[in-house]
């Protein structure tokens, strides 16, 4: 495909629409301040997360009565017992 003249008036079809004006004045801009909203349910779930950092990992008065036991000769594990919770808890994660 030929294309014949023309070519150079091309260009001048976009120069029309380019012409920028001078700026005489502007308009007054009023500065806005941020603004930060906590939600109900996020304000929830910190009070549970502090509650939570408040409780102990590990449950001193079970560890001193298993402990006591132990040393007694009176604390004896059912391994079935153990094998039944442990096969339990993979389920319930599992559904």
């Not at 502090?50 to 007694?72: F, W």
Request: hydrophobic share 35%; charged share 35%; net charge positive.
């Amino acid at each position: 495909m030929k294309i014949w003249g023309g070519i150079s008036r091309v260009p001048g079809i976009y120069e029309k629409d380019n012409k920028i004006e001078r700026v005489n004045s502007t308009k007054a801009i009023s500065s806005k301040k941020d603004v930060l909203s906590i939600s109900n349910q996020a304000k929830d779930y910190q009070t549970a997360i502090n509650a939570l950092k408040n409780v102990p990992d590990i449950r001193r008065d079970k560890v001193l009565e298993i402990q006591e036991k132990y040393e007694a000769g009176q604390y004896n594990v059912n391994g079935r017992e153990v094998a039944e919770s442990i096969i339990k808890s993979i389920i319930d994660r599992k559904v």
